[in-house]
């Protein structure tokens, strides 16, 4: 396996968002399921379960699980990526990691960064 430095963009596609929990003075608690379409190293598309805790401030905190289908790298298969992340200024950002891949993706393994802004851009590096 080699390190390789992976950058995609990205569009959503859909977003689906509602409240679990919205207590009065604190943190308004919401889950998302959202769907991106991927174009660079990441061709393909993907499903993200979204957990938020959005401030009175309007910062938020949120935590997610990605599944990307297509291909990464010029690789087919599928991967699954954990997100833990904060949105402040317009601007998420995430760490991420790989969680598990199949077909020629099975032995992904690897962490990068996430930043979803205007731009809508994510850069992973990826042990392939």
Not at 7 to 34: K, N, Q
């Amino acid at each position: 396996m080699s390190e390789t430095h992976v950058e995609a963009t990205f569009d959503v596609t859909s977003w689906d968002e509602s409240p679990f929990d919205d207590d009065d003075g604190s943190a308004r608690l919401t889950e998302a399921v959202v769907s991106k379409k991927y174009a660079g190293a990441i061709e393909g598309s993907s499903l993200t379960k979204w957990l938020m805790a959005y401030a009175p401030d309007k910062t938020a905190t949120f935590t997610g699980i990605e599944r990307i289908r297509g291909s990464v790298a010029g690789r087919r298969g599928s991967v699954v990526l954990v997100h833990d992340g904060e949105f402040a200024d317009g601007v998420a950002t995430a760490s991420v990691r790989i969680l598990s891949g199949t077909d020629e993706l099975e032995s992904v393994t690897g962490a990068g960064t996430f930043r979803a802004d205007p731009a809508g851009a994510v850069t992973l590096d990826l042990d392939l």
